[in-house]
């Protein structure tokens, strides 16, 4: 989703973008690259001034049993480690490499303000960012600049956690997960395309960056503003243990933990969210101007 986006933004700038594919090139601009196999066509990546790295196994795509996380691991520690090694041998190395993080890093932490200082906290999700970060370590040590975005949930209607929750919620289905006390960072697709954008062209920022909306919720009201949204009632409610016994971890660190994360390194560059605010942002993504917005950046 965000690497579609992103490609099209960039190539209406008269950007010349390379894909990295998991499968023989079908066009000139797409380079073969294998991570769980430790393979990458070195010599087309030669030519990138900046890399931008999203690739990871998706966190909603079912129970996480232990081969699934397993997978979930890999997918981001793996790659991402190959790149960095790659791109430090480069004989020509990029400047910069943008490498996908999350604020999973920062755990559960209740109603703690959390910014790029803020040390990790423990769990599944919480150890993946930490090992994922790590993995570019070589690239920063060959003086590439490494920014590493840790994204908050990404909210588009075109698909991740927003564009699953439309359905129900359509159908008067929506839920306060849990106590809804805990805080849900977030961010809109539109924005995590500028975010990326402005860490590209700032070689200023370096290390971690917060990609989310400087005014996260609470899962009560981010289930309230979308029920707004849609103009639909929200009166149901899941309870936590109903939650984690079908969901397991899932529930625990993916729909029941509080992640209350702030952008600071943004705010210091002075970057100007397009959606700070819940409500309008889900009118935006949601309504008719929203619709067309999401299909320029999506299709």
Do not use: C
Not at 201 to 206: F, G
Request: overall charge positive; cysteine-free.
């Amino acid at each position: 989703m965000v690497g579609t986006a992103l490609r099209r933004h960039l190539e209406g700038l008269g950007v010349r973008v390379l894909r990295l594919v998991r499968r023989p090139p079908r066009e000139p601009l797409e380079v073969e690259w294998h991570p769980d196999e430790g393979r990458i066509e070195r010599t087309a990546l030669e030519t990138a001034e900046a890399v931008v790295h999203l690739a990871g196994e998706s966190l909603a795509g079912g129970l996480w049993t232990e081969a699934r996380k397993r997978r979930i691991r890999e997918s981001r520690v793996q790659g991402t480690r190959l790149l960095a090694e790659t791109l430090a041998d480069s004989a020509h190395p990029p400047h910069t490499l943008v490498s996908a993080s999350a604020v999973g890093y920062y755990g559960d932490r209740g109603d703690e303000v959390l910014t790029e200082g803020s040390e990790p906290g423990t769990g599944f999700l919480a150890d993946v960012a930490v090992e994922w970060e790590r993995a570019t370590v070589p690239a920063a040590h060959a003086g590439i600049r490494v920014v590493k975005t840790r994204f908050a949930i990404i909210l588009s209607p075109s698909g991740g956690l927003l564009g699953r929750m439309l359905l129900p919620f359509r159908l008067g289905l929506g839920a306060v997960l849990g106590s809804g006390r805990q805080w849900l960072s977030w961010i809109t697709l539109p924005d995590v395309i500028r975010v990326i954008a402005t860490v590209l062209a700032t070689p200023d920022l370096a290390g971690p960056v917060n990609a989310t909306a400087p005014e996260p919720v609470t899962n009560a009201e981010f289930t309230r503003e979308l029920g707004k949204a849609l103009s639909r009632p929200t009166l149901l409610r899941l309870p936590a243990p109903l939650l984690e016994a079908v969901l397991g971890d899932l529930a625990r660190e993916g729909l029941l933990a509080s992640t209350r994360v702030l952008p600071a390194r943004l705010d210091s560059v002075g970057f100007d969210f397009e959606h700070p605010s819940l409500a309008p942002a889900l009118r935006a993504l949601l309504g008719r101007g929203g619709r067309q917005r999401a299909a320029r950046s999506d299709n």
